[in-house]
């Protein structure tokens, strides 16, 4: 199988995804034969299931939470149910932050020894899932414990900044080949712990990747067409911007 990216999802924000203006499955990554799921949001098992070609959840090797959020984690405790077949086959790995397992938790008790493993995600880590080996960045500022990731596709290293208020420390891991980049906002807005469009420009003037994928996006992002401000992006800049569509697949 070839190594892809598919977007089963480009909502962000309550509102976009309360709506299903665009929707919120995450993303399917396939490396060298190894699947896995990224950030299963709502309906995440059903955009699965409907893709075409169809994903299958039951055949995935693990799952990763960026973060413990709705949008980001709604459908983590039916994908895990499926990737078990319901717990009767121990299998595959699950990633999140502590902060996903403790306290009020998003995985349920009674899954967590479905998996085969359940790794803590922590700072500048380094982690496997079957072929697919990924690093974790520096906390982003958001509130929630968040952690973007940087891994190999092909021969492209390829980095997902997940949620995450502006900090100019973020071009200290972030300098990839191709570039997910989660950008709720058309303007920044205080308080507002997430990326606007005017903050990416700066953070792509910086760190010049070959290729850059946005997604994610809020209220404000869709009414002014990310289509639109992915093209002006990508010529101030000189660079190859794309926004990303739901169903959207990137092969390397």
């Not at 709506?19 to 896995?36: D, E, F, N, Y």
């Not at 055949?59 to 980001?72: E, K, P, W």
Request: hydrophobic share 40%; charged share 20%; proline share 6%.
């Amino acid at each position: 199988m070839a190594d892809f990216i598919k977007f089963l999802g480009t909502a962000g924000a309550r509102f976009v995804m309360i709506k299903q203006l665009r929707q919120s499955g995450g993303l399917w990554i396939s490396c060298a034969g190894t699947q896995v799921l990224v950030d299963p949001g709502p309906g995440s098992l059903v955009r699965c299931i409907k893709s075409r070609p169809k994903l299958n959840p039951e055949a995935l090797d693990g799952v990763i939470l960026t973060h413990r959020h709705i949008d980001h984690a709604n459908d983590v405790n039916v994908i895990i149910e499926a990737m078990t077949e319901g717990g009767f086959k121990k299998r595959g790995v699950v990633c999140a932050p502590q902060d996903a397992l403790d306290g009020d938790p998003v995985i349920f008790q009674y899954l967590r020894p479905f998996p085969e493993k359940i790794e803590i995600l922590k700072p500048r880590g380094q982690f496997r899932i079957g072929a697919f080996v990924f690093e974790t960045s520096m906390p982003h500022v958001h509130p929630a414990q968040t952690y973007g990731l940087k891994f190999t596709l092909g021969n492209s290293t390829v980095g997902l900044m997940t949620d995450t208020r502006f900090f100019p420390e973020l071009t200290s891991f972030y300098r990839t080949d191709i570039l997910i980049i989660n950008v709720i906002l058309l303007h920044p807005r205080p308080g507002v712990d997430h990326l606007s469009i005017e903050e990416v420009k700066i953070l792509l003037g910086e760190l010049r990747p070959r290729k850059t994928i946005l997604t994610h996006f809020g209220m404000t992002m869709l009414k002014a067409k990310p289509e639109l401000l992915s093209q002006q992006l990508a010529r101030e800049l000189n660079l190859d911007v794309v926004a990303a569509r739901d169903g959207m697949t990137v092969s390397f």
